[in-house]
């Protein structure tokens, strides 16, 4: 089982998710495939300089063991950080189409929106801006 | 010590604003004043002293080195002029303690990049910027804002984890993150296996936030569903966070070849979509992606009249299209849409001002002399040797002007004055770079950079281009081919990423 370490996983689980987010249209297994992609980054930055025999880098470690190195562990706190706040955030987002198109199949949402985009210079065309403008209420 | 100071300012005015929403528009003059103040420090004499600098009083390998090099100077003053021009620019509008908070942290995150000498941090900052931009673009919660977002996130999340893999392979071959041990390491075995491997990795990552076609699929949407002001500050400004870091990282790897194609790629494709696009704002934001290709075949001609050139531009650049962008925001609370049609019917509802800051836009990004644009691009005309490089900048010049024509009956009369333009003196911000270039252009680079423009072959060249491309306007108007935009969605996107890492990798492993 010597092929079976933190960075190979990890290449599995950047390819998996890669995958899932070209593949799959639903926004919400896009999400989770993101948070698979984000994650195997994670992996494979803690894996890449430790061996099995290693020892976990706290005192008091044992005399003489190889201790893995401390850096990149101390480095994947930010990273895990920054991936909790863009699922979070990304999830608010989804939410907010939902709200508005009652679904979260992105090609729905796409098509929708483009429509939306495309109805949207017609109708600015023939109102009054000062009528049909949104944007000054929602400053 | 005083480099850390530059971003954490405006970290701690953003928490400021926070603490006490109610002054949170007083937060936006402060910092705007301590900026003026730092950077007229770090321009002083004084200033070699405080050049590099480790935050915190740790050692090289593990701290996070901070240094003022000529890259960061012109981009610190790039961010102080779009400040000042953004921030007059929303003056008179209602701003929400919200906005000004992340506009704080946007402001003091792109400062903590260019003066950031460690890939991690990098890796940090660029994450920050694209959380900030994100909820920035989306600010008015209309749904092709929060669609372009949306998409902007997963795409700037993936980049940044193929990113943080590059990082992570080269922390396990040189054990530093610093870029000057990477550079040692590079330098002392250049044909490490690793190489291709960790420059593909943090090309590619990094690709996916400076607006590099093909990996930058969501910028289109982005760029022209921001708020004016926000859309002003990514295409001048965060767009060009990627661009410095891809600088840095050309400094450690072999990448000029790399640079060249991408370059070659990013310009045409920005120039042939800019000409097909109707919609002011679209146009804008593909011509980031032209003008950007410009940046990359000068980073890729790799010489020091050509690494000017590009510190210059990209200075320019900033100027010129932030004004635009303004202008066609200003130009859209006028008329109510941004369709090119509809702008250039109903033209006499726009403000003279704002026609005439478009103008001064055009005129300068068809790099037309005097102006800044012709001024920055001389320097790379002249410099990029062979003739594929000169076909290319040529092709790029064309392709710009054929897109802007366009605009000319814009500025065509009734010249009735029509209200009065609350943000004009945004644009006279703007405006003094963009034509006192030449000065300012030689007191930041020395005296030769100005030698091309003064090139009278160079400026008969730059007018004859323009006119070339006029002519293509007039032809190209008659056709019907128009470039899909279905690539603009997620998937192609997502999947456009995947496939131009394998590219990176391949040129630079068999290159």
Redesign the interface.
Known sequence: MGWLSGTTVAMVL?AVG?TV??VRKDLVI??LA?GL??S???L??IS??FQPQMEAPILPAKVGSAIADP??QA?VL??IV??F??LA??LV??M??VE?YHSTD?ER??H??ET??AM??RR??T???SE????EE?? | MILPLFPLSHIFLGLAAIAWRASARATLIIGLIVDIALVAIAFSPAAHCLSSTVAGGWTDV?GIRLALDSLALDLLLLTVLLELAVIIYLWR????PS?VILLQFLVGAVMALVLSQDL?NV??IL??L??VS??LV?Y?????Q??A??KY??LA??GM??F??G???T??NVGSLGLAAIQQAVAANPQAGWIPLAAALLVAGVSVKAGILTFSLWLPDAHSAA?AAISAFLSGLVIKMGIVVLIRLAGVFPLALVLQILGAITGIGGAIYAMSST?LKRMLAFHTLSQIGYLLIGMGVANETAARGVLAYALAHGSFKALLFLAAGAAY?????T?IA?LISSRHRIPLRTRAALLLGTLAIVGLPPFDGYIAKAPLLDAAHGWTNQILLLLLGIGTAASFAKLLPLFKGPYRRVGNDPVWESYVVLALPIVLFLPIERALFGPAIILPAMNWVIALESIAVVATGWLMHRVYRRLSVRPSESLF???PG??AI?LGFVAIYLLLRLG
């Open positions: 950047f890669t987010l070209i896009k999400l993101l992609v984000n195997s980054g994670i494979f930055l890449i300089r850096f990149p480095l930010s990273a920054i991936n706040a863009i955030l990304s987002f989804v907010l189409l508005r992105c949402i796409e929708a929106v939306e985009k949207l210079g600015d065309r109102v009054n801006p049909g403008d949104t944007r929602t400053r | 593990i509008q209602r701003l929400r906005f991690f890796y940090v994450e920050l694209t959380l994100f909820l989306a008015d919660r209309r749904t092709i929060i669609w977002s949306l996130l997963i999340s993936v984890s193929i943080l893999l990082v992570a392979v922390y396990a708020p919609d609370d006028a008329v109510g849409s369709e509809e969605r997620l998937e997502m999947f995947l």
